[in-house]
């Protein structure tokens, strides 16, 4: 493989192949004179390779994946890394600050791609984060979680018409893939427009920490760069003894379709993620909480529930869950629960800075 030493510019700032930096882009400062940055890790590899940009909290209440890229971040294998890597672990600085989905002008950022320079607040983030990191990238994987207090079963959302985009997804290690249309105004369809092959993680819910989710991302990731040849497969023999995890078979849904609320009123159900369903299964009850009237919930379609509501307070017509319909859903369930235990061992990244010494009481 030959080397091509090739400096990176990013925010004018000049990196050398071999050196690692968080570089900060200035985004609009607050009225308060408070500036507003947006930290960049870079990893510039000594060898040239595909160059990735992991994003996390483009919806600035979605926080699994910014937790997922510090602890990636903290990987040792990243050391000898092929190519480039760009972490940008708080895109939405603005939302997340106010534990908020938008920005300060009640935009969704990722309804505001590609941006322009002149527009709106959130179009002019939009676009510093086009110019300044997808434009240099090959490929790009965003963390999200579900929204309005839905969670998401860990899925991959990509365009899986394209082949190398498929095989990356597989490459990810979750159960479940959807093939999703490209959403105007989102990141992924901006960055296809760009040449830039896209995936996106969906895992668990806004405002919470999930432990599953978040350390099925950070493998996926780290699948993928090796995927990318980024990273070298696994050799050490230590760590292939302590880690007897079955590998994920991924299963690509046909379509999905949402079960909404037949009434308002309160929403009971003992329903998992995870959970195979059949048509008209007996999801749940939406209750009047002021009388004695009930109405059920049932499946209209045969899938996984990929997706559900954690709220109990509902609306006639509100997402309750999420079906994803595959060829047998069986077996995409047996996976789910084998995902699942895999992940179940103690979470030893979490964790891996010492406790303080108790003898000093
Ligand atoms: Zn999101």
Known sequence: MSADLRDITINGEVIKPGSRCVVDLNLPGFYTHTPIPMPVHVIHGREDGPRVFVSAAIHGDELNGVEVIRRLLKRPSLKRLRGTLFAIPVVNVYGVIHHSRYLPDGRDLNRTFPGSERGSLAARLANQFMCEIVAQCTHGIDLHTGANYRSNLPQIRAKLDDEETEDLARAFGVPVLLNSDLRDGSLRQAAAECGVRMLVYEAGESLRFDEVSIR????????????????????????????????TEPFIARSSTWVRAPQSGVLC?????????????????????????????????????????????????????????????????????????????????????????????
């Open 216 to 247: 099925a991302g950070v493998n996926g990731i780290t699948n993928v760069l090796r995927a990318l040849g980024m990273l070298k497969s696994k050799a050490n023999k230590k760590t292939k003894a302590k880690k007897k995890r079955a590998r």
């Open 269 to 361: 159900s003992p329903i998992r993620l995870g959970a195979r369903v059949k048509k008209n299964d007996l999801l749940g009850l939406v209750a009047d909480p002021f009388s004695d009237q009930e109405t059920e919930v049932c499946a209209h379609a045969e899938g996984l529930i990929i997706g559900r509501t954690n709220i109990p307070l509902v609306n006639e017509g509100e997402a309750l869950f999420h079906i994803a319909r595959f060829e047998s859903a069986k077996e995409v369930a047996t996976q789910v629960e084998a995902f699942r235990a895999g992940y179940l061992e103690p979470p030893e990244a979490a964790l891996e800075t010492p406790a303080p010494s108790a003898e000093k009481a």
